[in-house]
């Protein structure tokens, strides 16, 4: 309560500073920094997101589908299916998949450029102003770069960004097959050539316009037929199986603690694909 006067008395007074973070480590599925906000500011963190998400949800590519709602990873990939089943006349002809992610999204993003994104969709400037303390509250680096993979705004703030992509991806490049689920996307055509085409286009644009680089380690062009890897499962076209680092991954956290809301959670999550082996081998061995 006494966090929420306080903020409350800060914001109206124009004198809200945000605190620091305490910063942690955890592996998912590699390691990552993850540095945590206070209560205090994470009520304004809450409070910015339940207002100002309904207003940017409605900007965004129906085809956008991380840290939205009604959306997600098993959306994803089913959306990703539909694609496929389209562009290969239902597996009668060739269909290409031209799969990139971005190199450290999260730390790349522009503090500059963000602002410019947000103040061309706010125009007012006490909103403005508590978005740009937030934002440039952290920068490792000091180069004016980064978000916090802690705070519920930088999922928000890494879409609005990101939407930038989607929307030049749809309208400037006219490109009908795409998905993206945070800094990961797909491309899906009958024709290879055209998916090369694209790759120097959306690199420039990436590089030009939002300071972000292509992986160049996790680009590739390839057929359903030896299968897409694409968000924690390996697509073919009519199945798909878990990715055997997401398996090898699950049971080492399940032998570490065997809860049966993790097991049944992860039992949820192998439904979305074809997993029969694995999920009697979890009852056998654990319920």
């Avoid at 006490?126 to 004016?144: A, C, P, Q, R, T």
């Amino acid at each position: 309560m006494d966090n929420a006067f306080s903020l409350h008395q800060d914001l109206r007074n124009y004198k809200y500073k945000h605190g620091k973070y305490y910063a942690f480590k955890v592996f998912d599925p590699k390691l990552r920094d993850i540095h945590k906000a206070s209560v205090r500011d994470r009520l304004l963190h809450h409070a910015l997101y339940r207002i100002l998400y309904p207003f940017f949800d409605k900007t965004f590519i129906a085809d956008s589908f991380s840290c939205r709602k009604n959306k997600g990873t098993h959306k994803a990939i089913n959306r990703f299916r539909e694609f496929y089943y389209k562009v290969s006349k239902n597996n009668k002809k060739t269909c290409w998949v031209l799969k990139c992610d971005i190199k450290k999204f999260f730390a790349s993003i522009d503090h500059q450029k963000l602002m410019k994104i947000l103040s061309e969709y706010i125009k007012e400037d006490d909103i403005l102003s508590v978005l740009k303390e937030i934002i440039h509250s952290f920068d490792l680096k000091n180069n004016g770069t980064g978000l916090p993979l802690g705070n519920l705004t930088s999922q928000l703030f890494a879409n609005v960004y990101m939407n930038e992509f989607d929307q030049f991806v749809k309208h400037k490049l006219k490109v009908k097959y795409y998905i993206r689920y945070s800094d990961d996307f797909v491309i899906l055509s009958e024709d290879k050539n055209y998916l090369k085409e694209k790759i120097p286009m959306i690199r420039d644009f990436l590089q030009n316009n939002l300071s972000l680089t292509l992986h160049p380690d996790k680009i590739y062009i390839k057929t359903l037929y030896s299968g897409v890897d694409f968000l924690g499962w390996v697509n073919f076209f009519n199945h798909r199986v878990l990715r055997t680092a997401t398996k090898r991954r699950m049971f080492e956290k399940i032998k570490k603690s065997i809860n049966f809301s993790i097991l049944n959670s992860y039992i949820g999550l192998l439904k979305h694909g074809n997993s029969y082996n694995i999920k009697e081998n979890i009852k056998l061995k654990y319920l």
